[in-house]
């Protein structure tokens, strides 16, 4: 009688993740979990250890594992380098650009580094520019976007990953309309001149007219060249990016450019190293990237897959002391993290990509919340990883910014989602209870062989529906 009173006792009154189990039953695949952080006990679980596709939930593991190796106000340090002497501005022998594996790249820091060299009296390099992409070179391409964009792209997400790489790898076109049946002004973003060829012809339309504006970038054996076409209204100048095939040489490009344009001449032949500088090579500039910290919350609340990538490869590199060559090779370190806080009960299957755009991720909801309970536990870093992720009463994404109003302010999460080749629909973070406590939770649902796509609207309302049910509860 007093074991049955126990068991009464203790088991909860209510059915764990009804929605999802529902939903479940509909043919999706389903995993979640829910801690409460305060008790350190688990409150709900539904299938917590069946591992499924998280898709960019992946990057709450990037995040921690990032975190557990570096502060959040580490900086990635790009330098330009010389072993050559200055005499009369001319730089006598070859000017390196020396890598760091920064993912904040952009025009604003080779500008910096142009002008510092510059400001140092160099109006011309007798050498080469050599780009040694440090602390690892361009990795081989794993998934079907990034390998695609080695000859074509028209898009400006599909980037191959390199440790230098301005503009997350992109070209940035500058288009600016003119009068209404002229020609618009094609010219690069950073540079007045690209360092590669632009073909095609932008025709200004009428302010009210409709837009048919296109960019590609296309790459043959003579290098990266841009094609556009279309129309565009009359007023407003607009941006464009586009994958570079080859960041690392892209980039070395439009620094050079960007030398020019400043005044210092040379460099006639761009080279890719694969050699460190010498011991005696001096620096003549250097710029840092933003900080570690805000590198993660651009990575988490816009779901930066570059960002993500080039981060798990650096982390490798600093972890193996060597340059890793695959994505995959690189990420199985964050399966070794996740391993390590005892999240599975038998081996982790291997990571291939810190951004979760490699479907052959696998991770359970147990994993997810072991992840999320270790960085609440670090609360030197806490802040910082807590900082990524989305409220979703302030969430860019309206689809979050439905719901109780528990949902809408009590709730931080990241989301994930993938269509190909079934659906992925999966959120995790933390729940505020009322009493101020912490809940760390995970629910991930997946396509099916009998159901390969849920519509990602009805996935989310299960998902929301039992957080809200927990939050009612707590």
């Not at 069946?50 to 106000?73: E, G």
């Not at 142009?114 to 050498?127: C, D, E």
Request: glycine fraction near 10%; hydrophobic fraction near 45%; charged fraction near 20%.
């Amino acid at each position: 009688m007093a074991l049955a009173a126990l068991v009464a006792a203790t088991t909860p009154a209510h059915a764990a993740w009804s929605a999802l189990a529902q939903l479940e039953r509909s043919g999706a695949q389903v995993s979640a979990a829910a801690v409460d952080l305060d008790a350190d006990r688990t409150i709900d679980e539904l299938h917590a250890e069946t591992r499924l596709t998280p898709a960019s939930l992946t990057k709450l593991v990037t995040a921690a594992a990032t975190l557990a190796q570096w502060p959040p106000d580490k900086l990635f340090r790009t330098r330009l380098v010389t072993s050559g002497a200055i005499a009369e501005g001319e730089l006598r022998g070859d000017l390196v650009l020396l890598g760091a594996g920064d993912p904040s790249l952009d025009d604003q820091s080779f500008w910096s580094l142009a002008a510092q060299l510059r400001g140092a009296g160099v109006t011309r390099v007798r050498g080469r520019l050599i780009v040694i992409p440090a602390p690892f070179g361009m990795v081989g391409c794993e998934t079907a976007d990034r390998c695609g964009a080695m000859q074509h792209s028209d898009r400006s997400y599909n980037a191959p990953l390199g440790s230098v790489g301005i503009d997350f790898g992109n070209w940035c076109v500058q288009v600016r309309p003119g009068a209404p049946g002229t020609a618009a002004a094609l010219q690069g973003c950073g540079v007045n001149q690209l360092p590669i060829t632009v073909e095609g012809t932008v025709r200004t339309v009428a302010a009210t007219a409709r837009q048919t504006l296109w960019v590609e970038r296309l790459t043959d054996a003579g290098g990266d060249h841009l094609r556009a076409g279309g129309d565009i209204p009359a007023g407003t100048v607009q941006q464009v990016y586009r994958a570079m095939s080859d960041p690392v040489r892209g980039s070395a490009l439009l620094l050079r450019e960007m030398l020019r344009e400043l005044g210092v001449q040379g460099m006639d032949e761009v080279v890719i190293g694969l050699e460190p500088p010498s011991a005696t090579a001096r620096v003549l500039a250097e710029v840092s990237g933003l900080p570690l910290g805000e590198q993660l919350g651009r990575m988490l609340r816009y779901s930066n897959n570059y960002i993500a990538d080039v981060l798990t490869l650096d982390l490798a590199a600093e972890i193996s002391g060597g340059s890793p060559a695959q994505l995959s090779a690189a990420a199985a370190g964050l399966s070794d993290f996740v391993g390590k806080l005892g999240a599975a009960s038998g081996p982790l299957p291997l990571l291939h990509s810190g951004s979760g755009l490699t479907p052959e991720n696998l991770l359970s909801a147990h994993d997810l919340v072991s992840v999320l309970t270790h960085a609440y536990r670090e609360t030197r870093r806490f802040p910082t990883y807590y900082a990524g992720l989305m409220v979703p009463r302030d969430a860019p994404f309206g689809f979050l910014r439905e719901g109780s109003d528990a949902w809408l302010d009590r709730v931080a999460l990241k989301t994930g989602s993938m269509d190909m080749p079934h659906s992925v629909l999966g959120i995790a973070g933390y729940l505020r209870k009322r009493n101020g406590g912490w809940i760390a939770f995970a629910a991930i649902v997946n396509g099916s062989a009998q159901r390969p796509h849920v519509p990602l609207p009805e996935a989310l309302q299960a998902a929301r529906t039992d957080v809200e049910a927990l939050l009612a509860r707590y």
